[in-house]
């Protein structure tokens, strides 16, 4: 697996701090994006938590996430979570380190008491001191909440800057764009009251097991969630139900869970599990099975095997403007753009962390992740080796059917209503559901004449 360190500076621990004037909870940024360009501890938000104790604990499960391996539990590492304003509302988000569960704490307009968010994304620190504090935050004591340095010009004169330095997998790049593909193919599928999410979740299992292997359904019954042996038809996957433990940490304030997820075909399957909030909306999306990370999934590589999704992003990217909600109907009017070539815009603007998906509002929102726009693309193993294959000439057309080269094997690559199928044994084993196999995405790189040579795909 490809690492890089990715070195996060704070000018100072996070901390929560008790005076006289009350309680004040002061979160640290790193480096990070904002509509004036890159700052080094940018200032999101200074107001009040209108529900103190139940944010405090949404943060904390946003930060278990961030600190959890649910599949081969050794390794453990953690990124400290990322942080957007939005201009009316704060988004907590992270992943986990095996790449197969994001979450996302969305603290709304009417759960703050401030002046309005700032506009940006950056890390916030989220050491062990600070979550034993938030952890015992209880009652509904009026808590300060301060997103940045108390000043807005910082500087490390000011004392010692906090750097921690974390191992940043490609994969979790690749994760938070896959994440984001999937989660826009979701629709709602269930919706319970207080009483019922609470007991359903209540009866999952706290850990893996024999039980909790392999895909696992759910249905609706009325209001409630009830077993299935079988994706019958309106079920839902729940793939590694221990991987909603970080749920219970705000279980007792729900007052509704929405399930999200794609009509059953018979696969395991992605899906999203939403907590309603005061104020607030925690979710969870988990990968289509515990050992399988978002990263291999192949959702994003259509839109990055065209030069038309490339140049696309490219002015899409200057239309976005940190929007808690984007509207691609709007984006195709301002571009000159179809709509479908501004969602697959969208698609490659997740490759970079560029934009996110919020299943409640059913729409795209702005963030801007601290990595590089092209990494993701270029440790893509499938598209890197389709385009390999398509600038050595191992794709012949004939029709709607291709002969691809690889190895010493040939394949046959046929198209049908727009749809590919290969004979290798990805194709076998996985029938389209992860995404083209390499030759099948060769095969779609030459027919729409993508640019190949010297590797400028």
Request: overall charge positive; proline content about 6%.
């Amino acid at each position: 697996m490809t690492r890089t360190v990715q070195a996060l500076a704070y000018s100072r621990p996070s901390a929560l701090a008790s005076s006289q004037a009350g309680r004040s909870l002061g979160l640290e940024t790193a480096g990070g994006s904002t509509p004036l360009g890159a700052e080094a501890h940018p200032r999101f938000f200074a107001g009040f938590l209108a529900s103190p104790h139940i944010a405090a604990r949404g943060l904390l499960a946003v930060a278990d996430v961030a600190a959890a391996r649910y599949y081969q539990r050794t390794l453990l590492s953690s990124l400290d979570p990322v942080v957007t304003g939005n201009g009316d509302r704060l988004r907590f988000e992270s992943f986990s380190g095996c790449c197969g569960v994001y979450a996302r704490l969305d603290v709304l307009s009417e759960g703050l008491e401030g002046l309005g968010t700032g506009h940006g994304t950056t890390n916030v620190d989220v050491n062990n001191p600070l979550r034993e504090a938030l952890s015992r935050i209880g009652g509904d004591e009026p808590l300060h909440l301060r997103v940045g340095p108390q000043e807005m010009a910082v500087t490390t004169m000011d004392g010692a800057v906090v750097e921690k330095k974390v191992p940043l997998p490609d994969r979790w790049l690749r994760g938070f764009a896959e994440a984001q593909v999937a989660s826009a193919s979701f629709d709602l599928r269930a919706e319970l009251p207080a009483a019922e999410a609470v007991r359903f979740l209540r009866s999952l299992p706290k850990s893996s097991g024999a039980a909790t292997r392999g895909a696992q359904w759910v249905v609706p019954a009325g209001r409630a969630l009830r077993p299935t042996t079988r994706p019958v038809s309106g079920a839902v996957c729940l793939p590694g139900p221990q991987r909603l433990a970080a749920l219970q940490r705000v279980l007792r304030y729900a007052s509704a869970l929405r399930v999200y997820g794609p009509a059953a075909d018979g696969a395991a399957t992605a899906s999203a599990w939403e907590v309603v909030l005061p104020g607030m909306r925690l979710t969870l999306t988990l990968s289509p099975d515990a050992s399988r990370g978002f990263s291999g999934e192949g959702g994003v590589l259509e839109a990055l095997a065209t030069d038309d999704a490339a140049a696309d992003a490219e002015l899409i990217s200057v239309l976005l403007a940190w929007e808690p909600r984007i509207e691609p109907d709007r984006l195709a009017a301002e571009s000159g753009l179809p709509v479908e070539r501004v969602r697959a815009a969208l698609v490659r603007l997740g490759t970079a962390g560029r934009v996110g998906y919020d299943l409640a509002d059913a729409a795209y929102f702005h963030r801007e992740l601290p990595y590089d726009a092209d990494r993701a693309e270029r440790h893509n193993p499938r598209l890197v080796a389709a385009r390999l294959l398509a600038r050595e000439g191992a794709v012949v057309l004939d029709g709607e059917v291709a002969a691809v080269r690889s190895g010493d094997q040939r394949y046959q690559v046929r198209e049908r209503s727009g749809a590919l199928s290969c004979t290798c044994q990805w194709w076998a084993d996985y029938r389209g559901r992860r995404g083209p196999c390499k030759h099948a995405l060769a095969v779609r790189m030459v027919r729409r004449g993508a640019t190949v040579a010297g590797g400028a795909l």
